[in-house]
Protein backbone atom coordinates (compact mmCIF):
# COMPACT_ATOMS: atom_id res chain seq x y z
CA UNK A 1 0.00 0.00 0.00
CA UNK A 2 3.02 2.42 1.05
CA UNK A 3 4.48 1.59 -2.23
CA UNK A 4 1.68 2.93 -4.09
CA UNK A 5 1.26 5.72 -2.12
CA UNK A 6 4.53 7.05 -3.01
CA UNK A 7 4.45 6.24 -6.41
CA UNK A 8 1.19 8.48 -6.95
CA UNK A 9 3.11 11.27 -4.89
CA UNK A 10 6.40 10.65 -7.34
CA UNK A 11 3.83 11.04 -10.46
CA UNK A 12 2.22 14.13 -9.59
CA UNK A 13 5.77 15.56 -8.23
CA UNK A 14 7.00 14.88 -11.63
CA UNK A 15 3.45 15.53 -13.52
CA UNK A 16 4.36 19.46 -12.25
CA UNK A 17 1.55 19.33 -9.79
CA UNK A 18 1.88 21.11 -6.13
CA UNK A 19 1.52 18.22 -3.64
CA UNK A 20 0.22 19.63 -0.65
CA UNK A 21 1.76 17.14 2.28
CA UNK A 22 0.50 16.57 5.86
CA UNK A 23 2.70 19.12 7.16
CA UNK A 24 1.44 21.68 5.13
CA UNK A 25 4.44 22.25 2.88
CA UNK A 26 4.07 22.52 -0.78
CA UNK A 27 6.32 20.99 -3.29
CA UNK A 28 6.73 21.85 -6.38
CA UNK A 29 7.85 20.51 -9.33
CA UNK A 30 11.76 19.44 -9.38
CA UNK A 31 13.10 22.06 -11.97
CA UNK A 32 15.02 21.32 -14.43
CA UNK A 33 17.68 23.70 -16.45
CA UNK A 34 15.62 26.00 -20.10
CA UNK A 35 18.04 25.56 -22.51
CA UNK A 36 16.40 28.41 -24.28
CA UNK A 37 16.54 31.09 -21.66
CA UNK A 38 19.68 32.40 -23.41
CA UNK A 39 18.45 32.60 -27.19
CA UNK A 40 18.86 36.02 -28.43
CA UNK A 41 20.06 37.33 -25.12
CA UNK A 42 23.02 39.66 -25.29
CA UNK A 43 25.82 38.69 -22.84
CA UNK A 44 28.94 41.08 -22.27
CA UNK A 45 32.33 38.99 -21.38
CA UNK A 46 35.14 41.03 -19.96
CA UNK A 47 38.64 39.35 -20.73
CA UNK A 48 36.95 37.11 -23.19
CA UNK A 49 39.64 36.73 -25.65
CA UNK A 50 40.97 33.88 -23.73
CA UNK A 51 40.30 31.65 -20.65
CA UNK A 52 37.61 31.61 -18.67
CA UNK A 53 36.14 34.75 -20.35
CA UNK A 54 36.30 32.94 -24.00
CA UNK A 55 35.04 29.47 -22.25
CA UNK A 56 32.29 31.81 -20.50
CA UNK A 57 31.55 33.58 -24.34
CA UNK A 58 31.80 30.15 -26.26
CA UNK A 59 29.49 28.58 -23.83
CA UNK A 60 27.14 31.36 -24.03
CA UNK A 61 26.98 31.24 -27.89
CA UNK A 62 26.01 27.63 -27.73
CA UNK A 63 23.49 28.89 -25.95
CA UNK A 64 22.23 30.97 -29.19
CA UNK A 65 23.45 34.26 -27.15
CA UNK A 66 24.67 37.12 -29.18
CA UNK A 67 28.01 37.87 -26.82
CA UNK A 68 30.21 40.84 -26.93
CA UNK A 69 33.99 40.23 -26.11
CA UNK A 70 35.96 42.86 -24.90
CA UNK A 71 39.89 42.62 -23.87
CA UNK A 72 42.69 45.43 -23.76
CA UNK A 73 45.14 43.12 -26.11
CA UNK A 74 47.71 45.39 -25.70
CA UNK A 75 49.95 42.26 -26.92
CA UNK A 76 48.07 41.01 -29.81
CA UNK A 77 50.46 37.79 -29.83
CA UNK A 78 48.39 36.63 -26.49
CA UNK A 79 45.00 37.27 -26.54
CA UNK A 80 43.72 38.38 -30.17
CA UNK A 81 40.38 39.16 -29.35
CA UNK A 82 39.36 39.16 -33.18
CA UNK A 83 40.86 35.56 -33.65
CA UNK A 84 38.69 34.49 -29.98
CA UNK A 85 35.52 35.82 -31.91
CA UNK A 86 36.31 33.83 -35.07
CA UNK A 87 37.04 31.04 -33.17
CA UNK A 88 34.07 31.06 -31.52
CA UNK A 89 31.53 31.78 -34.73
CA UNK A 90 33.29 28.47 -36.88
CA UNK A 91 31.95 27.04 -33.66
CA UNK A 92 28.83 24.27 -35.67
CA UNK A 93 27.01 24.67 -31.97
CA UNK A 94 27.02 28.06 -31.92
CA UNK A 95 25.96 28.39 -35.51
CA UNK A 96 23.24 26.16 -35.06
CA UNK A 97 21.44 28.56 -32.46
CA UNK A 98 22.24 31.53 -34.57
CA UNK A 99 24.49 33.04 -31.59
CA UNK A 100 27.51 34.63 -32.47
CA UNK A 101 30.53 36.73 -30.60
CA UNK A 102 32.23 39.85 -31.49
CA UNK A 103 35.12 41.56 -30.10
CA UNK A 104 35.63 45.47 -28.87
CA UNK A 105 38.79 46.50 -27.97
CA UNK A 106 38.79 48.14 -24.29
CA UNK A 107 40.56 48.46 -21.28
CA UNK A 108 37.93 48.11 -18.30
CA UNK A 109 40.16 50.22 -16.52
CA UNK A 110 39.66 53.73 -18.65
CA UNK A 111 36.41 55.13 -17.68
CA UNK A 112 36.13 56.23 -21.53
CA UNK A 113 36.73 53.49 -22.78
CA UNK A 114 33.93 51.61 -20.78
CA UNK A 115 31.57 54.30 -21.73
CA UNK A 116 32.30 53.92 -25.41
CA UNK A 117 31.94 49.83 -25.08
CA UNK A 118 28.67 50.15 -23.39
CA UNK A 119 27.22 52.87 -26.00
CA UNK A 120 28.54 50.31 -28.99
CA UNK A 121 26.41 47.58 -27.70
CA UNK A 122 23.48 50.09 -27.02
CA UNK A 123 24.01 50.84 -30.97
CA UNK A 124 24.69 46.94 -32.18
CA UNK A 125 22.79 44.86 -29.92
CA UNK A 126 20.32 47.63 -28.33
CA UNK A 127 20.63 46.16 -24.67
CA UNK A 128 22.89 44.07 -22.26
CA UNK A 129 21.01 41.02 -20.04
CA UNK A 130 24.02 39.74 -18.97
CA UNK A 131 27.26 40.15 -17.45
CA UNK A 132 30.64 38.24 -17.07
CA UNK A 133 32.85 40.58 -15.44
CA UNK A 134 36.18 39.08 -15.48
CA UNK A 135 39.02 40.88 -17.35
CA UNK A 136 41.79 40.36 -14.89
CA UNK A 137 45.42 40.25 -14.14
CA UNK A 138 47.93 38.20 -12.26
CA UNK A 139 50.17 41.49 -12.01
CA UNK A 140 53.25 41.61 -9.72
CA UNK A 141 54.18 38.74 -7.95
CA UNK A 142 56.63 38.96 -5.27
CA UNK A 143 56.86 40.65 -2.08
CA UNK A 144 55.29 44.30 -0.81
CA UNK A 145 58.82 46.02 -0.24
CA UNK A 146 60.17 45.58 -4.02
CA UNK A 147 61.02 48.64 -5.48
CA UNK A 148 59.57 47.34 -8.68
CA UNK A 149 56.52 48.03 -7.52
CA UNK A 150 56.13 51.58 -6.94
CA UNK A 151 57.11 51.31 -11.04
CA UNK A 152 54.26 49.45 -11.97
CA UNK A 153 51.78 52.00 -10.63
CA UNK A 154 49.30 53.16 -12.82
CA UNK A 155 50.48 51.16 -15.77
CA UNK A 156 48.68 47.73 -17.83
CA UNK A 157 50.77 45.47 -14.97
CA UNK A 158 48.86 47.77 -11.96
CA UNK A 159 46.71 44.85 -10.23
CA UNK A 160 44.54 47.24 -8.58
CA UNK A 161 43.60 49.07 -11.60
CA UNK A 162 42.34 46.24 -13.92
CA UNK A 163 41.03 44.03 -10.91
CA UNK A 164 39.34 46.46 -8.88
CA UNK A 165 38.83 50.18 -10.97
CA UNK A 166 38.30 47.65 -13.95
CA UNK A 167 35.32 45.71 -12.56
CA UNK A 168 34.27 48.62 -10.79
CA UNK A 169 33.62 50.51 -13.62
CA UNK A 170 32.05 48.04 -15.49
CA UNK A 171 29.60 47.29 -12.71
CA UNK A 172 28.89 50.70 -11.97
CA UNK A 173 28.12 51.51 -15.75
CA UNK A 174 25.97 48.24 -16.60
CA UNK A 175 23.97 48.67 -12.98
CA UNK A 176 23.36 52.47 -13.79
CA UNK A 177 22.15 51.40 -17.25
CA UNK A 178 19.43 49.11 -15.64
CA UNK A 179 18.50 51.37 -13.17
CA UNK A 180 17.91 54.63 -15.28
CA UNK A 181 16.00 52.31 -18.23
CA UNK A 182 13.95 50.16 -15.58
CA UNK A 183 15.55 46.83 -16.43
CA UNK A 184 16.67 44.14 -14.92
CA UNK A 185 19.60 41.61 -15.37
CA UNK A 186 22.68 39.49 -13.85
CA UNK A 187 26.24 40.19 -13.66
CA UNK A 188 29.09 37.58 -12.14
CA UNK A 189 32.09 38.92 -11.40
CA UNK A 190 35.29 36.76 -11.84
CA UNK A 191 37.35 36.74 -8.13
CA UNK A 192 39.17 34.20 -6.82
CA UNK A 193 40.03 31.70 -3.95
CA UNK A 194 42.51 34.30 -3.32
CA UNK A 195 39.87 36.13 -2.37
CA UNK A 196 39.04 34.18 0.43
CA UNK A 197 42.24 33.44 2.11
CA UNK A 198 45.89 34.81 1.73
CA UNK A 199 48.48 34.31 -1.04
CA UNK A 200 52.70 34.43 -0.31
CA UNK A 201 53.91 36.61 -2.88
CA UNK A 202 50.61 38.17 -4.27
CA UNK A 203 49.35 40.16 -2.04
CA UNK A 204 47.71 42.60 -4.28
CA UNK A 205 46.06 40.22 -6.45
CA UNK A 206 45.11 38.94 -3.08
CA UNK A 207 43.41 41.94 -1.84
CA UNK A 208 42.16 43.17 -5.42
CA UNK A 209 40.09 39.75 -5.04
CA UNK A 210 39.16 40.18 -1.98
CA UNK A 211 37.53 43.74 -3.50
CA UNK A 212 35.83 41.70 -5.72
CA UNK A 213 33.65 40.05 -3.19
CA UNK A 214 33.39 43.25 -1.28
CA UNK A 215 32.20 44.84 -4.45
CA UNK A 216 29.76 41.92 -5.06
CA UNK A 217 27.86 41.40 -1.50
CA UNK A 218 28.02 45.71 -1.24
CA UNK A 219 26.05 46.16 -4.98
CA UNK A 220 23.85 43.05 -3.97
CA UNK A 221 22.92 44.54 -1.04
CA UNK A 222 22.19 48.00 -2.91
CA UNK A 223 19.90 46.28 -5.21
CA UNK A 224 17.95 43.94 -3.32
CA UNK A 225 14.71 45.50 -3.61
CA UNK A 226 15.08 46.54 -7.31
CA UNK A 227 12.49 45.34 -9.49
CA UNK A 228 12.97 44.08 -12.10
CA UNK A 229 15.53 42.46 -10.48
CA UNK A 230 19.33 43.20 -10.90
CA UNK A 231 21.84 40.27 -8.82
CA UNK A 232 25.04 40.58 -8.58
CA UNK A 233 27.23 37.34 -7.41
CA UNK A 234 30.67 36.18 -8.02
CA UNK A 235 32.53 32.99 -8.59
CA UNK A 236 35.94 32.31 -7.07
CA UNK A 237 38.04 30.05 -9.50
CA UNK A 238 40.68 27.99 -8.30
CA UNK A 239 44.11 27.37 -10.61
CA UNK A 240 42.77 27.12 -13.66
CA UNK A 241 44.26 26.18 -16.91
CA UNK A 242 44.54 29.48 -18.64
CA UNK A 243 47.59 31.59 -19.73
CA UNK A 244 46.98 33.35 -16.17
CA UNK A 245 48.61 30.06 -14.83
CA UNK A 246 51.02 28.94 -17.78
CA UNK A 247 52.71 32.50 -17.23
CA UNK A 248 53.95 32.24 -13.87
CA UNK A 249 56.14 29.29 -14.33
CA UNK A 250 58.82 32.00 -15.34
CA UNK A 251 58.80 33.09 -12.04
CA UNK A 252 58.85 29.70 -10.55
CA UNK A 253 61.60 29.37 -12.93
CA UNK A 254 63.42 32.61 -13.03
CA UNK A 255 61.68 35.21 -10.65
CA UNK A 256 60.32 36.81 -13.79
CA UNK A 257 57.24 38.56 -13.75
CA UNK A 258 53.97 37.36 -16.03
CA UNK A 259 54.30 39.84 -19.02
CA UNK A 260 58.12 39.38 -19.67
CA UNK A 261 60.37 37.08 -21.54
CA UNK A 262 58.56 34.55 -23.82
CA UNK A 263 54.79 33.48 -23.84
CA UNK A 264 53.63 30.03 -22.29
CA UNK A 265 51.91 27.68 -23.79
CA UNK A 266 51.30 24.02 -22.91
CA UNK A 267 54.05 23.19 -25.22
CA UNK A 268 56.37 25.42 -24.08
CA UNK A 269 59.39 23.53 -22.10
CA UNK A 270 59.06 25.97 -18.91
CA UNK A 271 55.19 24.56 -18.68
CA UNK A 272 56.23 21.23 -19.20
CA UNK A 273 59.19 21.40 -16.17
CA UNK A 274 56.49 23.34 -13.70
CA UNK A 275 53.06 22.71 -15.13
CA UNK A 276 52.77 19.47 -12.74
CA UNK A 277 53.17 21.39 -9.43
CA UNK A 278 50.42 23.14 -10.48
CA UNK A 279 48.15 20.03 -11.15
CA UNK A 280 49.90 18.32 -8.38
CA UNK A 281 48.64 20.80 -5.87
CA UNK A 282 44.89 20.00 -6.77
CA UNK A 283 42.67 17.33 -4.54
CA UNK A 284 41.98 16.17 -8.34
CA UNK A 285 45.73 15.93 -9.65
CA UNK A 286 44.67 18.37 -12.81
CA UNK A 287 43.58 21.97 -12.74
CA UNK A 288 40.15 23.34 -13.40
CA UNK A 289 39.08 23.48 -16.93
CA UNK A 290 37.74 27.07 -17.70
CA UNK A 291 34.71 25.30 -19.08
CA UNK A 292 33.94 24.63 -15.53
CA UNK A 293 34.30 28.25 -14.27
CA UNK A 294 32.18 29.04 -17.39
CA UNK A 295 29.36 26.40 -16.26
CA UNK A 296 28.76 28.36 -13.13
CA UNK A 297 28.48 31.90 -14.55
CA UNK A 298 25.88 30.70 -16.46
CA UNK A 299 24.09 28.95 -13.83
CA UNK A 300 24.61 31.92 -11.59
CA UNK A 301 22.63 34.03 -14.65
CA UNK A 302 20.24 31.24 -15.19
CA UNK A 303 16.37 31.45 -13.84
CA UNK A 304 17.34 28.57 -11.55
CA UNK A 305 19.21 30.87 -9.52
CA UNK A 306 16.49 33.56 -9.55
CA UNK A 307 17.30 33.86 -5.36
CA UNK A 308 20.95 33.85 -5.05
CA UNK A 309 22.67 37.13 -5.03
CA UNK A 310 25.92 38.69 -2.88
CA UNK A 311 26.71 34.83 -3.41
CA UNK A 312 30.41 33.58 -4.07
CA UNK A 313 30.43 30.50 -5.76
CA UNK A 314 33.81 28.24 -5.14
CA UNK A 315 35.17 26.58 -8.47
CA UNK A 316 37.72 25.11 -7.16
CA UNK A 317 37.35 20.75 -7.69
CA UNK A 318 37.73 20.90 -3.65
CA UNK A 319 40.81 22.73 -2.14
CA UNK A 320 38.21 23.89 0.20
CA UNK A 321 39.47 27.66 0.53
CA UNK A 322 42.99 26.28 2.01
CA UNK A 323 45.04 27.52 -0.20
CA UNK A 324 47.66 25.69 -2.34
CA UNK A 325 51.62 26.10 -1.98
CA UNK A 326 53.04 25.39 -6.10
CA UNK A 327 56.73 25.75 -4.78
P1 LIG B 1 43.74 35.03 -19.02
O1 LIG B 1 45.03 35.74 -18.84
O2 LIG B 1 43.68 33.80 -19.86
O3 LIG B 1 42.61 36.02 -19.55
C1 LIG B 1 42.49 37.34 -19.04
C2 LIG B 1 41.68 38.17 -20.02
O4 LIG B 1 41.48 39.49 -19.45
C3 LIG B 1 42.37 38.40 -21.36
O5 LIG B 1 41.38 38.40 -22.37
C4 LIG B 1 42.98 39.81 -21.23
O6 LIG B 1 43.15 40.45 -22.47
C5 LIG B 1 41.88 40.45 -20.41
N1 LIG B 1 42.33 41.68 -19.72
C6 LIG B 1 43.34 41.82 -18.83
N2 LIG B 1 43.40 43.09 -18.42
C7 LIG B 1 42.41 43.77 -19.04
C8 LIG B 1 41.97 45.11 -19.03
N3 LIG B 1 42.56 46.07 -18.29
N4 LIG B 1 40.91 45.45 -19.83
C9 LIG B 1 40.30 44.52 -20.60
N5 LIG B 1 40.68 43.24 -20.65
C10 LIG B 1 41.73 42.87 -19.88
O7 LIG B 1 43.30 34.71 -17.52
P2 LIG B 1 42.08 33.93 -16.88
O8 LIG B 1 42.65 32.92 -16.00
O9 LIG B 1 41.08 33.56 -17.89
O10 LIG B 1 41.51 35.11 -15.97
C11 LIG B 1 40.18 35.55 -16.00
C12 LIG B 1 39.80 35.97 -14.59
O11 LIG B 1 39.85 34.83 -13.74
C13 LIG B 1 40.71 37.01 -13.96
O12 LIG B 1 39.95 37.96 -13.26
C14 LIG B 1 41.56 36.18 -13.00
O13 LIG B 1 42.05 36.94 -11.92
C15 LIG B 1 40.53 35.16 -12.56
N6 LIG B 1 41.07 33.95 -11.95
C16 LIG B 1 41.85 33.08 -12.66
C17 LIG B 1 42.36 31.95 -12.07
C18 LIG B 1 43.21 30.96 -12.79
O14 LIG B 1 43.76 30.05 -12.13
N7 LIG B 1 43.36 31.05 -14.10
C19 LIG B 1 42.06 31.63 -10.65
C20 LIG B 1 41.22 32.60 -10.00
C21 LIG B 1 40.76 33.71 -10.64
Not at 11 to 16: K, R, S, T
Request: net charge negative; hydrophobic share 45%.
Amino acid sequence: MNKIVFAVALALLVAGTAVQGKSGIRVNKIPSFRWDQFLGKTVLVTGGSSGIGFGTALNFARFGARVVICSRDSNPAWFNGTDAARRINADPEVQSLGGYARWVKTDVAEPDQVDALIQNILDVEGTIDFVANNAGIAGFIGVLEDPKLEELLGTEHDTLRTNIFGQAQILAAVVGLWTNTSRGGVIVNTASVDGLHGAAEAPLYCSSKHAVIGLTKSVAMELATVNPPIRVNAIAPGFTDTSLVWQQCKYLDAQQQSWEGEYITHDHPLWKTYGHFYADAQPAGKLCDPMDQAKMIMYLCSEEASYISGAVMIVDGGVNDEGVDVQ
